[in-house]
């Protein structure tokens, strides 16, 4: 990204001035110098055209991870005031809808795991659907799928898919309300049918790693963290229901844009007021792509659990937390001094409720919510805090994984595949992973730096780092 | 004749643009389905003998290029098929597609999974050779 044009606001934040008789709301990027240089002018285009949109609560920001999209930029944070016309946009959420990290601790050390690892990694290949095509054991007849799409996370558990304890970790508690499957088309249900407990393909995740580095220590005991222990992060979203639901709102939103006399500087913000019945349509079928995500999830941990056991029998699980990071979530923020209820958009970014936030389960009220920006499969993926609303003031967001640093052909043309699965192997991280096209795709060099970004996230006061993984087994799609 | 290849890509940070060309509009739209599907799977190891149908009503040209895709994609996944061929006949608004696919199996796939067909940098314009069909997919 050419800089040229922003003006630093302070170490770890800038901003694009008004230039005369532009109207639209401010825009803050977060972010060191070095990290804004390796983005796209995209971001800042896209960003830009954010703030034009009707109903902009305060500032459109990107996250230090930011990187071009498509409607939003990629890290991209931006809240609506249904109120004053603010909008619901399917390009602000993104198609994998509900897309996020659970992370699992164990009562395992790296030391009791290291001479199993070979065997683990296998049996975790063998369990986790993980691929394009691949399905699930599980078939959902479409009246099924209308109870999990309405309870989430919690239908999994009474499914026998983990515990209630689970569920005190995962945002909303393993259920989002306003979901209405109605709004979720028979098309989305049918994709869906066969893919409830798949990983997916791309830079979607299984990955075993182990808690290197502590940097808050009383964040990490109330974490359950330690040093040399093994953790497990999954990290996929809704599968085809989700994307469906996408692809069937992107062009009727666009369409509503039109109807209803909206200015978007860009087609591809297809939006809609939040009002409108294509907005609360749309916000009805996303919630339900929130709450299959989140079943998806629950129902990933579980396998985890029994592929586990098979190879370490004493293996315990627990759920440290789930969080998405592709959403619009109602919340109620401080704006201009008072607490507005706002639509806020996280495409690509984490929310990061600090300390004592009343939505956090007891274990977390001192810490504040974990915050998961999961790294590329070769270099590691942190934990972190949310920070208190006043050091945080992006809607409590914060940073969601390492960003792309170079496309996927540019990528093809630098690694290939089964050399790449080699060397990290000779750094003691094992791939599994049916497609070594994809491998080469996802090489931890295509992305930026993690430690920048989370460095970068730290300092911006957007969450503060509690503890860094180093991958040793990563199962991919 | 047309210089550039039918399908093709450009490059975007997360996902992958996907270019489709063709003397005639259809063709650019089944050349840019070649090109997404070629994501998944590569098309000569698909013998395509299982069709699949996709018909809409779309006046706009570029939101039809989006829709046809979208189409195609959902198409597939409830098939379960890596789809390979492609033709597409429009009158007026009204849309009617078929492609022949085969079976998903181990092993087939590139390790990259389309969502959808986006917005971003969608363009379906007819210059002297042709026309061309563009956009970002998201992977």
């Known amino acids: 990204m050419d800089l040229g044009a922003l003006k630093q606001v302070e170490e770890f934040s800038w901003t694009l001035p008004l230039t005369a008789g532009e109207e639209r709301a401010p825009v803050l990027l977060y972010g060191t110098r070095e990290l804004l240089e390796t983005m796209d002018n995209k971001v800042l285009e896209q960003i830009t055209n954010v703030a034009r949109l009707p109903g902009l609560v305060g500032t459109a920001m990107t996250m230090p991870d930011a990187h071009w999209g498509y409607g939003f930029p990629i890290g991209g944070v931006a809240a609506f005031d249904a109120e004053a016309g603010g909008i619901i946009s399917a390009g602000g959420v993104g198609f994998d809808i509900s897309c996020g990290i659970r992370c699992l601790r164990t009562n395992l050390d790296l030391d009791a795991v290291t001479p199993k690892l070979e065997r683990l990694a296998d049996n975790l290949y063998r369990t986790i659907p993980a691929g394009v095509g691949e399905e699930g054991h599980l078939k959902l007849s479409p009246s099924e799928l209308d109870v999990v799409l309405k309870n989430g996370a919690r239908w999994a558990v009474k499914q026998g898919f983990g515990t209630n304890e689970d569920l005190e970790y995962v945002e909303e508690h393993g259920c989002v309300p306003g979901s209405d499957p109605a709004c979720v088309s028979d098309l989305a249900k049918k994709r869906q049918r066969g893919e409830m407990g798949t990983l997916g393909s791309g830079n979607h995740y299984l990955e075993v790693q182990v808690v290197e580095r502590i940097f808050d220590e009383a964040a990490a005991r109330d974490y359950g963290l330690r040093l040399g222990q093994i953790v497990v992060s999954i990290h996929c979203g809704s599968r085809g229901l989700g994307h469906q639901v996408g692809t069937d709102y992107l062009v009727t939103l666009a369409k509503a844009a039109i109807r209803l006399g909206i200015r978007i500087p860009d087609r591809e913000l297809a939006c809609a007021p939040i009002k409108s019945s294509e907005g609360q349509q749309y916000i009805g079928a996303m919630n339900a792509a929130i709450n299959c995500a989140l079943a998806n999830r629950q129902i990933l941990a579980h396998l985890t659990r029994d592929a586990f056991s098979w190879v370490i029998p004493e293996a315990q699980l627990e759920t440290l937390f789930d969080v998405s990071h592709n959403t619009c979530k109602v919340e109620e923020h401080p704006v201009n001094g008072r607490r507005k209820t706002v639509y806020v958009h996280r495409k690509g970014a984490t929310r990061a409720f600090g300390p004592n936030h009343p939505s956090l389960p007891p274990r977390y009220r001192d810490a504040g919510q974990p915050v998961i920006i999961g790294g590329s499969m070769g270099t590691g993926s942190y934990i972190l805090a949310g920070n208190p609303e006043s050091e945080n003031h992006a809607f409590a967001s914060a940073s969601h994984g390492a960003g792309r640093a170079m496309s996927r052909s540019q990528a093809l043309k630098k690694w290939r595949g089964r050399e790449l699965i080699d060397e990290l192997k000779r750094q003691g991280i094992l791939i599994r992973t049916r497609s070594l096209r994809g491998a080469a795709e996802e090489a931890p060099g295509a992305y930026k730096d993690v430690d920048r970004v989370a460095e970068a996230t730290e300092k911006a006061g957007l969450a503060r780092r509690v503890a860094f993984l180093r991958p040793k087994a990563c199962i991919k799609g | ?139």
């Open chain 2, 1 to 139: 004749m047309l210089a550039a290849r039918p399908d093709a890509y450009f490059d975007h940070d997360a996902d992958i643009g996907i270019i489709g060309r063709g003397e005639t509009l259809e063709q650019a739209f089944e050349a840019a389905a070649r090109a997404m599907f070629g994501i998944m799977a590569d098309p000569a190891e698909i013998r395509g003998e299982t069709p699949v149908r996709v018909s809409f009503e779309e006046q706009d040209l570029e939101l039809a290029l989006v829709t046809w895709l979208n189409g195609l994609l959902a198409a597939a996944r409830e098939a379960g098929l890596a789809l390979g061929r492609f033709s597409l006949r429009h009158e007026g608004a009204s849309w009617t597609g078929e492609a022949w696919g085969s079976p998903w199996v181990p092993g087939r796939d590139r390790g990259t999974e389309v969502k959808g067909a986006t917005l971003t940098m969608l363009s379906v314009k007819q210059s002297g050779q042709g026309w061309e069909a563009r956009c970002v997919v998201d992977v």
